[in-house]
Structures are given as structure tokens and as C-alpha cells.
């Protein structure tokens, strides 16, 4: 890592990472009056949010992305 460092004085390190997260609606019990039912609007299937984050190092500076 030292030799990268040393051959490239003016670059910057950046360490990456990523991320997703799976999106499900649960269902739970919850109070409503008596003689009516509740409506539960939700979607069978599984969203899923992918998100892509950099960190500049040792500036500190960071930057994160969402894939659509």
C-alpha cells in the first residue's frame, strides 16, 4: 500500500462499499372498531434498494448513491 501511496503522491484513497436493502410489509394486530374491517393496502412482492457509498480517505469526505 506504501508503494501506491509513495508512486502517486497527489491521488486520493477512497474505500468503497455496498449495500441492499430488502423492503417486505408484515402484518401485525391492531385495534379498530367493532363490526368493521380494516383495510391493508400492501404489495406481495419484495422491493429491493441497492446503495453504493465511497469514503475519501483522509479527507473524510463521502459520497453515496442509490440504484434505482
Known sequence: MTDVVQ???DG???ML???SLQL???LS???FPVGQR???KGSPQRDCL???GALALPS???IALSQI
Do not use: C, K, N, S
Open 7 to 9: 508512486d502517486h503522491p
Open 29 to 31: 394486530r391492531v385495534w
Open 50 to 52: 441497492h446503495f453504493f
Open 12 to 14: 486520493v484513497l477512497v
Open 38 to 40: 380494516p383495510t391493508i
Open 17 to 19: 462499499d455496498e449495500m
Open 60 to 62: 473524510g469526505q463521502e
Open 24 to 26: 417486505q410489509a408484515t
